[in-house]
């Protein structure tokens, strides 16, 4: 995933600092899983699953400790994802696909370090947790038949980032 932040933080007494950020990334994040479908309509089959992660998004507040060239900082707040689903047997016999959005939260934490009064380099870890939402699959072959499905999603991101900081205040 490639993607992008825009963010404004505020120091506040010398060490302590508040800040707001929007992040958007984009690419593909994918797994797939095949498993065995003892009764179908044409006996056992072999199946796959593939989830697809196309956006993932968030707002967020951070709060952190800085001294010297470093911050430590925690953050929390709303994630959004874009998602896509396929579901095919080995046979042919039916192909669903779904799309959807979903909002949820994030959580987490990082370091970062100033390298020059300008530009900063991050290493993060968030959590991204979209709970269970039941959606509904579209059978595209001629069949054109429907098939509900439980959908549960979590999100695990380990991010290394570079910052420019237009600055008008204090040290961070």
């Not at 874009?82 to 909002?103: K, P, Q, S």
């Not at 509904?136 to 999100?155: E, H, K, M, R, V």
Request: proline share 3%; net charge negative; hydrophobic share 40%.
């Amino acid at each position: 995933m490639l993607g992008g932040q825009f963010g404004c933080d505020y120091q506040f007494a010398p060490t302590w600092v508040v800040g707001i950020e929007g992040a958007a990334t984009g690419g593909n994040i994918s797994k797939t899983t095949n498993f065995f479908v003892p009764v179908t309509s044409a006996g056992p089959d072999t199946a796959s699953f593939r989830s697809t992660t196309d956006f993932l998004g968030s707002t967020t507040g951070r709060i952190g400790y800085a001294w010297d060239r470093w911050l430590v900082y925690g953050k929390g707040g709303v994630a959004l994802v874009g998602d896509r689903y396929h579901a095919d047997d080995v046979d042919g016999i039916y192909l669903f696909d779904a799309t959807e959005n979903r909002i949820g939260w994030t959580a987490g934490a990082g370091v970062e370090w100033a390298f020059t009064p300008e530009w900063s380099v991050k290493l993060e870890y968030d959590y991204y947790g979209f709970g269970t939402k039941s959606l509904l699959f579209t059978d595209t072959t001629l069949s054109g038949g429907l098939a509900p499905a439980n959908i549960n999603q979590n999100i695990q991101v380990v991010l290394l980032g570079v910052n420019f900081h237009a600055r008008s205040g204090p040290d961070w």
